[in-house]
T-cell receptor, first 112, second 112 residues
Framework: SQTIHQWPATLVQPVGSPLSLECTVE??????LYWYRQAAGRGLQLLFY??????ISSEVPQNLSASRPQDRQFILSSKKLLLSDSGFYLC???????????FGSGTRLTVV | AQSVTQPDIHITVSEGASLELRCNYS??????LFWYVQSPGQGLQLLLK??????LVQGIKGFEAEFKRSQSSFNLRKPSVHWSDAAEYFC??????????FGAGTRLTVKP
């Protein structure tokens, strides 16, 4: 069966420090991968999606970047965190052509 | 692009009472519609989805939703709420596999 792993679960980082959040999927090939951010009291905002290795689409210009170095690995990064980067980050995957999204358990990022 | 509105930020119901969470969407064609539930600090779990066919959709945990094209709505219902249903609920609309938009969410509190 397919599983999605996201880590770390929580992270407290100082302003200006780098960020790396990792998401991996098991049990499937060539998934579509997504990074969402959920700010407090707000809905989910799509940040990046990827339909294949090295293919990244950005939805919102910001301080973050994403990479997909392997088929089932999706990484969210920042060179210098801002206070406004705080939030709950969710990774998700789906089969190409389908809408059945499966979400990871999320990472709570607090920038201090 | 499509959009979703969940008019109620927070709803409180008594255990055993009926529940209806509202969702309105904006999209020029027939949408793909979803309801997700999120427990505190967790990822999102799919409750139910509507792609086509019968406009009354049954989901997990005793939830159902009805697609009403004339009202651009996809409200979630449950006849009798249990304390374990306390969570945040998100409505989402998809236009293609890479573009799913979420509402801001409705937080459900269940009173004993």
């Amino acid at each position: 069966s397919q599983t999605i792993h996201q880590w770390p679960a929580t992270l407290v980082q100082p302003v200006g420090s780098p960020l790396s959040l990792e998401c991996t999927v098991e049990g499937t090939s060539n998934p579509n991968l997504y990074w969402y951010r959920q700010a407090a009291g707000r809905g989910l905002q799509l940040l990046f999606y990827s339909v294949g290795i090295g293919q990244i689409s950005s939805e919102v210009p910001q301080n973050l970047s994403a990479s997909r170095p392997q088929d089932r690995q999706f990484i969210l990064s920042s060179k210098k965190l801002l206070l406004s980067d705080s939030g709950f980050y969710l990774c998700a995957w789906s089969v190409t052509g389908a809408f059945d999204y499966t979400f990871g358990s999320g990472t709570r990022l607090t920038v201090v | 692009a499509q959009s979703v509105t969940q008019p109620d930020i927070h709803i409180t119901v008594s255990e055993g009472a009926s529940l209806e969470l509202r969702c309105n969407y904006s999209y020029g064609a027939t949408p793909y519609l979803f309801w997700y539930v999120q427990s505190p600090g967790q990822g999102l779990q799919l409750l139910l989805k509507y792609f086509s066919g019968d406009t009354l959709v049954q989901g997990i945990k005793g939830f159902e939703a009805e697609f009403k094209r004339s009202q651009s709505s996809f409200n979630l219902r449950k006849p009798s709420v249990h304390w374990s249903d306390a969570a945040e609920y998100f409505c989402a609309v998809g236009a293609n596999n890479n573009d799913m938009r979420f509402g801001a969410g409705t937080r459900l509190t269940v009173k004993p």
